[in-house]
C-alpha cells in the first residue's frame, strides 16, 4: 500500500521559514516524479514545486527564489524548504507522486497545514 505522510506544517509569521517533509512508503520513490502542490482556502490546488527522477526541478513563479524541493531517493522523502514566507503562502500543502509517462498523479499525501500571519 502507497503511503505518503507529510509533516512540518504550521503557524509562522511572515518572512519566516519552515521546511515541509514527506516519507513515502510501498512505492519505488526514485521511479517517480515528485511535487508539492498547495490548496489556499476557497481556491483551487495549484503545483507549487516539482522534482523529476532525475532531481531537476520547477517552481511555480509565485515561490521562485523562496522555496527549494530536494529528494533523497535512499531515505524515501521528499523536502520543501520554505523561506521567506508570505500570508499568501497560507494553505494545505500535499506531497504527490507521478511515474513520468502520466498526465496525472498517482499518489497524493494527507496534507499538512502551513498558516502565515501578517
Known amino acids: 500500500q502507497v503511503q505518503l505522510v507529510e509533516s512540518g506544517g504550521g503557524s509562522v509569521q511572515a518572512g519566516g521559514s519552515l521546511r515541509l517533509f514527506c516519507a513515502a512508503s510501498?512505492?519505488?520513490?526514485?521511479?517517480?516524479?515528485m511535487a508539492w502542490f498547495r490548496q489556499p482556502p476557497g481556491k483551487e490546488r495549484e503545483r507549487v514545486a516539482h522534482i523529476s527522477r532525475d532531481g531537476s526541478t520547477v517552481y511555480a513563479d509565485s515561490v521562485q527564489g523562496r522555496f527549494t524541493i530536494s529528494r533523497d531517493n535512499a531515505e524515501h522523502t521528499l523536502s520543501l524548504q520554505m523561506n521567506s514566507l508570505k500570508p499568501e503562502d497560507t494553505a494545505t500543502y500535499y506531497c504527490?507522486?507521478?511515474?513520468?509517462?502520466?498526465?496525472?498523479?498517482?499518489?497524493w499525501g494527507q496534507g499538512t497545514q502551513v498558516t502565515v500571519s501578517s
Open positions: 510501498g512505492l519505488t520513490f526514485s521511479a517517480y516524479s
Open positions: 504527490a507522486a507521478r511515474v513520468p509517462w502520466s498526465a496525472e498523479v498517482n499518489f
